[in-house]
């Protein structure tokens, strides 16, 4: 029985809702013939002209061929017969391999240098955080990157990549000395 009652109670209160936003909607006082007034009024006006719209420029055709055309799979005419640019180059595999040579080249920053006499050793940091003094002659990075000269502001090596002929070629890298942040005080 007390659902039914509560059934009632919330269609009633519904009800009184719906009326109140109809009467609501339509609130406007416009009689019918104000509405025809308007309609006539509307009717009675001289249509304007509309702008006209500007022409297209006409373009040239162009039709694309590539029938003639290398394809891009291929290799260039230059590079069609292998040749070795890679003569006596290679890295050796027999020697023991450094601590810096088991991160990449990317990872590795030189975050300052020590000068002992004549010689320069630079800091260089590994991505674990600890750092490494690294002298001519020292390798870091993974394509077997050989330090030919220290400076203060960074370091030269060479590495040893593959030339994509089955060689090798030699490639200069530098890694400059870390930017220094400002400490907060």
């Known amino acids: 029985m007390r659902l039914s009652n509560w059934l009632i109670r919330a269609g009633l209160k519904v009800s009184i809702a719906g009326a109140i936003v109809s ?3 339509c609130s406007q006082p416009t009689s019918r013939e104000e509405l025809e007034l308007f309609i006539k009024a509307t009717f009675d006006r001289a249509p304007q002209r509309l702008q006209e719209a500007p022409e297209a420029p006409m373009l ?10 290398r394809s891009p799979f291929d ?3 230059a590079l069609a017969a292998p040749r070795s ?3 006596g180059v290679a890295p050796d595999f027999s020697r023991t391999k450094e ?3 088991s991160s990449p080249f990317s990872d590795l920053s030189m975050v300052g240098f020590l000068a002992l006499g004549d010689e320069l050793l630079a800091l260089i940091e590994n991505p674990e955080g600890e750092i490494f003094r690294v002298g001519v002659g020292n390798y870091l990075g993974l394509n077997h990157g050989r330090v030919w000269r220290v400076r203060r502001e960074g370091i030269d090596l060479l590495e040893i990549v ?4 089955d060689g090798w070629i030699k490639r ?5 000395m870390r930017p220094r942040v400002p400490s907060a005080r």
């Open 75 to 77: 290799r260039p005419p």
């Open 172 to 176: 200069p890298q530098s890694l400059t």
């Open 162 to 165: 593959p030339s994509g002929d």
């Open 99 to 101: 601590a810096l040579e």
């Open 23 to 25: 009467v609501t909607a």
């Open 85 to 87: 640019i890679s003569t």
């Open 60 to 69: 040239k055709r162009f039709v694309y061929s590539a029938a003639g055309l």
